[in-house]
């Protein structure tokens, strides 16, 4: 699999960089989301939690697939805007909140 950027944009209001790719995987079936993220991450210097792939499409007849990734500064601004089923996706979870227990009432 080798992976090339063929555009990055900057976006400071969500804090992110929107990242287009096209990954060349002759003779192999189309790399999966946590491949993809993981190169994505490489490429950008960045975390593998920060990286939230939304697309990656196979062009038809070639080894070759095409895609788009959000890379957020952090994992918390990532879990703040992105949406749920994207983030579960891409195997980004939250941290369940530790819930206190309450005293036993008498």
Known sequence: ????ITQKKENPLYKR????????HDGESTPGRNAVAEAVAKECKSKRDCVVVDTIESVYGKG???GYAKVYESK????EHEREYLLKRNGIEAKAPETAEAPAEE
């Not at 699999?1 to 090339?4: A, G, N, P, R, S």
Request: charged fraction near 25%; avoid cysteine.
């Open 64 to 66: 070759m697939s095409k």
């Open 76 to 79: 918390e601004i990532a879990l």
């Open 17 to 24: 960089v929107e990242v287009y790719f096209t990954i060349n």
């Open 1 to 4: 699999m080798k992976m090339e």
